[in-house]
T-cell receptor, first 115, second 114 residues
Framework: AQSVAQPEDQVNVAEGNPLTVKCTYSVSGNPYLFWYVQYPNRGLQFLLKYITGDNLVKGSYGFEAEFNKSQTSFHLKKPSALVSDSALYFC?????????????FGTGTRLLVSP | SAVISQKPSRDICQRGTSLTIQCQVD?????MFWYRQQPGQSLTLIAT?????????ESGFVIDKFPISRPNLTFSTLTVSNMSPEDSSIYLCSARWQGQNIQYFGAGTRLSVL
């Protein structure tokens, strides 16, 4: 069965500094990987995905993520954080080979960007 | 991007009652899903709503407690039956279109059970 681990409950970063939110995954087939963001009292918004191709994928709001197959990781990054990036971030995985449709989420990481 | 409308956006209910949540998508969609997000926790899949047939439930969720309907390719409902305070959660509708890998989410229904 597939699973996702987000080892940090919270990440604190100062505005203007780079940020990294960590994610590791486990899946038997080819991983389809996703990052979502949840702002207070809002649903989940899609940020970016990795299906195949370049290991570095770029998404919305200046975010990017690096797929590392050997480390089974898909860390979310941004070169310069904004206060408005403060939100709850979820990593998710789906098995691309089996046709199993279930998207499994990590526990989420709260990002706090201080002015 | 896709438009997924959920209603109600929030509700406060008495224990023992039932609430039906509606989810409408703006175009015909292959797959619709219902998730629960308990306070401070991640998303857990309740079931996959299948058009024209019974929903497929995940372990720990049963049809009697969470009956789901999907009468057509743009609409689904989730009912939370015989509610208790432990059912207080955010319930999210989600959809994935044919040929697309991205799964989109509605804004959620915030349910509080007293």
């Amino acid at each position: 069965a597939q699973s996702v681990a987000q080892p940090e409950d919270q990440v604190n970063v100062a505005e203007g500094n780079p940020l990294t939110v960590k994610c590791t995954y486990s899946v038997s087939g080819n991983p389809y990987l996703f990052w979502y963001v949840q702002y207070p009292n809002r649903g989940l918004q899609f940020l970016l995905k990795y299906i195949t191709g370049d290991n570095l994928v770029k998404g919305s709001y200046g975010f990017e993520a690096e797929f590392n197959k050997s480390q089974t990781s898909f860390h979310l990054k941004k070169p310069s954080a904004l206060v408005s990036d403060s939100a709850l971030y979820f990593c998710a995985v789906r098995d691309g080979d089996t046709g199993f449709q279930k998207l499994v989420f990590g526990t989420g990481t709260r990002l706090l960007v201080s002015p | 991007s896709a438009v997924i409308s959920q209603k109600p956006s929030r509700d406060i209910c008495q224990r023992g009652t039932s609430l039906t949540i509606q989810c409408q998508v703006d175009s015909q969609v292959t797959m619709m899903f219902w998730y629960r997000q308990q306070p401070g926790q991640s998303l857990t899949l309740i079931a996959t709503a299948n058009q024209g047939s019974e929903a497929t439930y995940e372990s720990g969720f049963v049809i009697d407690k969470f009956p789901i309907s999907r009468p057509n390719l743009t609409f689904s409902t989730l009912t939370v039956s015989n509610m208790s305070p432990e059912d207080s959660s955010i319930y999210l509708c989600s959809a994935r279109w044919q040929g697309q890998n991205i799964q989109y989410f509605g804004a959620g229904t915030r349910l509080s059970v007293l």
